[in-house]
């Protein structure tokens, strides 16, 4: 029923939203004087069911009792001093943002006293002493940037980007848990990162494998068939499956504890909205396999509790800002992309704060909440950024030379991890690798770059001197490995039968390419002596450059939104999407004497044939099967005749012409520091080698 209010009780509201009358009125209602405003004629006004004011006609007179003055005027007070006091209400101590660290890569940021109560704890000082990109420094270096400053830039990130949505969005309804969450779980992402970061999981991975094959070479020694021990097995697994994240969780954990109460007062706790401390876990490293394989199923948002329980499912959205299982794209990796960008002195970047202003949270067909970003930044977020993540590995993280210092800092922690000994809990002595298998908090902690560096360097410890003496030689003088052969495998659509070329494993490329060098190293240069290669001299690493999602595109997986009307847009295939590049490096690393040219040649060549046979068997041919040469090549046997490479060819110019021609090896983007030569030249001549019976081609194993 609509009632009539006088121009006063107008005037009362917006005193009481200005702070002018006295607080007593919301609660009691007294303060006001209907006596005050009744039997005024005035301008009126009329109060509609759905609470808008709109203008009566003053032909319109309406009487009403001191009662329903009252109760209209305390009811507006009631709600106008609600407002206020949510607009004004103070911030909790904790949650104000007075930590105001200068950061290089986004200037001078505002945080919340709590994130510099962490910061300031010895957990997170440890990163201080971790780079960011670890051995890397020693190819780019001015890379010496560290852990800790990355890990406060993402919580910054992370930071605006909830308050953004919050501000914008308010039917979220975000609260100041939410955003606390989602910036502690940024803030405490890299806490489990070792010395040399990634480097040192690969070594503490390495140990693992080499343990694993020792033991089932024991066993087979000994007769025995079956699975290993279940301990062993157990004990072996630790060190294969360890990961930084899984440390980064069990260093929060102390955290939480050492600041209990300051983490109380800023508002963190367990009650039916959520679980604060589980959810700061999840979104650190949230259980992706398991969220996947839901969402192709399409059952989501019907067993979201049964994957996580940090928050409801009406909040899947958060788990997309730190660690974004569903497209890769997060606060994490816009830090890292911008800040190793400039400290490698690559002038390029992604306008990170263009994505954070644009993105809102819609539904998807599934009804599960996601971050879209509008469909106008499709374009950017490829070319600017997923490019960007690709070039960042392919020119830094996995350049050739990164690659063989990281091989040879692996070899030194591997002789460095038998005699150094570090002190754990309780006293409790114990190598590097199983303070971090089997995660000792006062072991770990203590294992930085400068733990490791000072170590090696300081020749205190004569334990160390074979390791020392290894950093010095490999690391400090420069004395590296060789580049055998540095292969891109051809994409599916570059493959002559649109095959996928499956990623060997290095192991395989180890034993095929020193089978391949036994047989076929005479080729090249006959008259010289073949030099012997011990398979242990030969190194491998396989690596991909993607987008973050291996053959996935992660721009598929994102859902945009229209700027105009907020429609979703649906997700296309983009053909010019190249998502993934796969790369394998094979490295020379002689021990007793320096590396030579035509031994280095002979690798190549040996690298160059199991490439091939790689490739055939992949297509579903057999390695000696050949495709049909380029009719612009000149033949094998007028190559032969006018090459600086010398060659045994059996049976002359005519065996050569006579041999089986075979894919160009050139096509299979294959780089080295010592080519072997000219492709059509060895291919003919391996192939004589063959039909005269005096080598084969290997296939692989």
């Known amino acids: 029923m609509a009632k009539r209010l006088l121009e006063e009780d ?50 319109q007179r309406l009487m009403y009792s001191d009662d329903d003055v009252e109760k209209i005027v305390n009811d507006r007070v009631r709600r106008a ?84 949505l919050r501000q914008r969005q308010p039917e979220l ?94 508002g963190l706790r367990v009650d039916a909205e959520g679980d604060d401390f589980v959810c700061i876990r999840e979104l650190i490293d949230p259980p992706k396999n398991s969220l996947e394989e839901l969402m192709d199923r399409r059952l989501l948002r019907r067993e979201w509790s049964k994957a996580i329980r940090g928050r409801p499912a009406d909040k899947a959205w958060m788990y997309e800002v730190v660690s974004n299982w569903r497209s890769g794209i997060d606060v994490d990796k816009f830090d890292y992309f911008r800040r190793d960008a400039l400290y490698l002195g690559i002038h390029r970047e992604f306008d990170h704060n263009r994505y954070l202003m644009g993105i809102k949270v819609i539904n998807d067909s599934d009804g599960v909440p996601t971050i879209s970003p509008p469909e106008k930044d499709r374009d950017s977020l490829r070319d600017n950024m997923l490019e960007l993540r690709k070039m960042l590995h392919r020119t830094a993280y996995q350049h050739k030379t990164v690659k063989k210092l990281e091989l040879h800092m692996i070899d030194i922690l591997k002789i460095m991890d038998k005699a150094t000994r570090v ?23 203590k294992l930085t770059d400068s733990f490791v560096e000072t170590r090696l360097v300081d020749g205190e410890d004569l334990a160390l001197q074979t390791a020392a003496a290894e950093y010095d030689k490999r690391i400090v003088n420069r004395e590296l490995m060789r580049l055998v052969g540095d292969w891109d495998l051809p994409r599916r659509e570059e493959s002559a039968f649109n095959s996928v070329i499956p990623l060997p494993k290095a192991d395989d490329v180890i034993r095929a390419v020193s089978a391949a060098y036994a047989k076929c190293a005479v080729v090249l240069k006959p008259e010289q002596a073949e030099r012997a290669v011990d398979i242990s001299e030969l190194r491998c690493q396989v ?3 993607s987008y973050g999602m291996g053959a996935k595109d992660p721009i598929s997986r994102v859902l945009f939104h229209s700027t105009k009307d907020g429609t979703l847009k649906p997700s296309l295939a983009d053909a010019e999407a190249k998502p993934l590049r796969q790369k394998v490096f094979f490295f020379w690393n002689p021990v007793d004497r320096p590396s030579d040219e035509l031994t280095l040649q002979r690798l190549n060549l040996a690298f160059k044939i199991w490439a091939t046979n790689h490739v055939d068997a992949a297509e579903g041919r057999a390695p000696t099967t050949t495709a049909t040469a380029d009719s612009s090549r000149p033949s094998p046997a007028a190559v032969a005749a006018t090459s600086n490479c010398s060659l045994a060819v059996p049976g002359g110019a005519a065996a050569a012409a006579a041999a089986p021609r075979r894919r160009c090896l050139k096509s299979l983007k294959i780089q080295a520091s010592c080519p072997a030569g000219d492709d059509a030249v060895i291919l003919a001549a391996v192939a004589c080698q063959q039909r005269a019976g005096l080598s084969s081609v290997p296939e692989l194993p």
């Open 81 to 164: 001093l609600l407002a206020m006091s949510e607009k004004c209400a103070p911030v909790p101590r904790l949650l104000r943002e007075v930590f105001t660290p200068n950061d290089p890569v986004h200037g001078l940021i505002h945080l919340p006293a709590i994130v510099k109560m962490i910061v300031d704890t010895r957990i997170f000082q440890r990163m201080r002493h971790i780079r960011q990109l670890g051995i890397c420094s020693h190819v780019y270096p001015g890379a010496t940037h560290n852990r800790f400053f990355h890990s406060i830039g993402t919580a910054f990130l992370a930071h605006e980007l909830m308050k953004g």
């Open 423 to 445: 002190t754990g809990t309780g006293g409790k002595k114990m190598s590097m690798s199983e303070a971090a298998a089997n995660f000792d908090p006062v072991a770990y902690a």
């Open 543 to 545: 690596a991909s450059f």
């Open 173 to 266: 309804g975000i609260t100041d848990r939410d955003v606390l969450c989602a910036t502690l779980a940024a803030l405490c992402h890299d806490l489990g990162h070792p010395s040399f970061s990634h480097m040192f999981e690969m070594f503490v991975h390495e140990l693992g494998r080499e343990r694993r094959q020792h033991e089932e070479k024991k066993q087979r020694d000994e007769g025995r068939v079956g699975p290993l021990p279940e301990a062993l097995e157990e004990e072996i697994r630790r060190y294969e499956t360890f990961t930084h994240e899984a440390a980064s969780v069990k260093f929060l954990d102390i955290i939480f504890e050492e600041l209990e109460g300051p983490l109380a007062e800023a």
């Open 10 to 59: 107008i005037e009362a509201v917006s005193d009481i939203s200005n702070g002018c009358v006295h607080a007593g009125v919301a609660g009691t209602g007294e303060g006001a004087s209907p006596a005050k405003l009744r039997g005024i004629n005035r301008t009126d006004c009329l109060e509609s069911d759905r609470g808008t004011i709109e203008p009566v006609k003053k032909t």
